[in-house]
């Protein structure tokens, strides 16, 4: 599976948000040109994402004067499978169909590929449940531990 330019785009663009909170006051917005600025991304293919990302619910909008974009919940309560979810649609490894059980299987053992594609797009999610913005926030101001791969082996 690849994370899509899309989908790295609005992690990148909420990690910013998420970067901005002081715990001392309530967020204030931030515009899209200065969210482009500081993320280095393109704002008109910005605006696109953060419309998307309006529409799941992760981040409110406010008009006019100080407009801007606001994480909708707090940085701890955002995943990025959320994130990536909501502009890419959901985390598999594609639309294989499901495998046969028990040995039913009449394909020469594609059934087992399937199973294992599955698990793979289950891993891919749960990984990616494992992190969210104030984790990767945590790491970003260092923190915390860069990210590492546990041992996983068959």
Same mark, same amino acid.
């Given at each position: 599976?690849?994370?899509?330019?899309?989908?790295?785009?609005?992690?990148?663009? *909420?990690?910013?948000?998420?970067?901005?909170?002081?715990?001392?006051?309530?967020?204030? $917005?931030? /515009?899209?040109?200065?969210? #482009?600025?500081?993320?280095?991304? +393109?704002? +008109?293919? &910005?605006?696109?994402? *953060?419309?998307?990302?309006?529409?799941?619910?992760?981040?409110?909008?406010?008009?006019?004067?100080?407009?801007?974009?606001?994480?909708?919940?707090?940085?701890?309560?955002?995943?990025? /499978?959320? !994130?990536? /979810?909501?502009?890419?649609? +959901? !985390?598999? *490894?594609?639309?294989?169909?499901?495998?046969?059980?028990?040995?039913?299987?009449?394909?020469?053992?594609?059934?087992? &590929?399937?199973?294992?594609?599955?698990?793979?797009?289950?891993?891919?999610?749960?990984?990616?449940?494992?992190?969210?913005? #104030?984790? !990767? #926030?945590?790491?970003?101001?260092?923190?915390?531990?860069? $990210?590492?791969? +546990?041992?996983? /082996?068959?």
């Amino acid at each position: 599976m690849r994370i899509s330019t899309r989908g790295d785009y609005a992690c990148r663009a *909420l990690l910013s948000l998420a970067l901005r909170i002081d715990d001392d006051s309530a967020p204030t $917005p931030t /515009s899209v040109r200065d969210i #482009a600025e500081r993320t280095g991304l +393109p704002q +008109p293919y &910005l605006e696109q994402i *953060l419309l998307a990302l309006k529409g799941a619910g992760l981040v409110r909008s406010k008009r006019g004067v100080g407009g801007g974009y606001i994480l909708n919940r707090p940085p701890a309560e955002i995943k990025l /499978s959320e !994130i990536v /979810s909501a502009v890419d649609g +959901p !985390i598999t *490894l594609g639309d294989f169909g499901q495998p046969h059980q028990d040995g039913a299987c009449d394909h020469e053992g594609q059934c087992v &590929l399937l199973a294992i594609w599955d698990q793979a797009g289950t891993h891919m999610r749960q990984h990616l449940d494992g992190y969210t913005l #104030a984790t !990767i #926030a945590s790491i970003s101001r260092g923190e915390a531990a860069w $990210p590492s791969l +546990p041992d996983h /082996s068959h």
